[in-house]
């Protein structure tokens, strides 16, 4: 069941929030790579749990991650994660990275968020 505060939180945003949100979290992704690279791991393994049960359009988007994941350097990646690019933000909706940031990693970008960017009733 989703919370009530998600719900809030998402009818106060611009249409747009959630790629913004989403780029937030991809910078702090981006940033824990450039530390250490053996954090590729995970989404390499998200990858092989989550192609059992993808639907054909979403197989598509997890091939483009695993090509991305096995041909590009660590930095290459990281500068695409946070990168302004149509591609970039429509791959960044069906991110493999989940892990590799902490609950209160997510938790501060949630926060920062709320802070910042609601309208006015």
Known sequence: MISQKLIDFAHHREADWIDILSRELHVLIAAKLREDSALLGIPLYNLRIWKRTATPEM?????????ILMAWNPEEIADFL?????????LRRCSPFCGVLTPQE??????????????SA
């Open 59 to 67: 197989k598509i988007m997890l091939r483009r991650w695993k090509l």
């Open 82 to 90: 946070v990168s302004d690019t149509i591609e970039s933000r429509e």
């Open 106 to 119: 997510i938790a501060s970008v949630w926060q920062a968020s709320t802070g910042g960017q609601q309208k």
